[in-house]
């Protein structure tokens, strides 16, 4: 089975947690969830420090902060309408995946708010992953009908995986 996710170490904290087979087992539960086969699908995720990914947040949102997540999607996938799922991508052929695109998380940051939170560090960046892939996939949570239906998704695909909700 070729492997959904990419990932990238850039800091060896991420590399000690098994970012790789988190990062695998998060974006295979989460397209599960969505009716979706993990084949045909592909993405890339960074794990990165606190400093990699402020210069990123700067970059990209005009936020010059840590963050712990940041997520790049291939293409504009957000539903129509408030509150309404986005249309899911169609799988790509299984010698050319489509590529949903790019998440980067920050080590610091996630352990911080999984002391704060009283959270399994693991469990933490798992959900943080889903979140992610979700937003690739057009889902955000600006409006309080989008985070209901986004943070439904992540509660139950989380739950699939034996963790807690989140919320």
């Known amino acids: 089975m ?3 996710v990419d990932t990238v170490i850039e800091d060896a904290r991420w590399a000690a947690l098994g970012l790789d087979s988190l990062a695998e087992r998060a974006a295979r539960a989460a397209l599960a969830d969505l009716g979706l086969q993990a084949e045909g699908f592909s993405l890339c995720v960074m794990g990165c420090d606190d400093a990699r990914i402020a210069v990123l947040n700067a970059d990209f949102r005009g936020k010059p902060r840590p963050t712990n997540v940041l997520s790049w999607p291939s293409d504009e ?10 249309e899911l991508p169609a799988p790509g052929p299984a010698d050319d995946p489509l590529h949903l695109g790019d998440i980067a998380i920050a080590y610091e940051t996630c352990e911080r708010e999984a002391a704060e939170q009283k959270k399994v560090l693991s469990d933490h960046v798992t959900h943080l992953l889903v ?10 949570h600006i409006e ?24």
């Open 2 to 4: 070729e492997p959904l």
């Open 77 to 86: 996938r957000a539903a129509e309408f408030v509150g309404e799922s986005p």
């Open 131 to 140: 979140h992610g892939l979700l937003h690739l996939l057009g889902y955000d």
């Open 144 to 167: 309080d009908a989008d985070a209901a239906l986004m943070e439904g998704i992540e509660t139950r695909t989380l739950a699939t995986l034996g963790i807690a909700d989140p919320y």
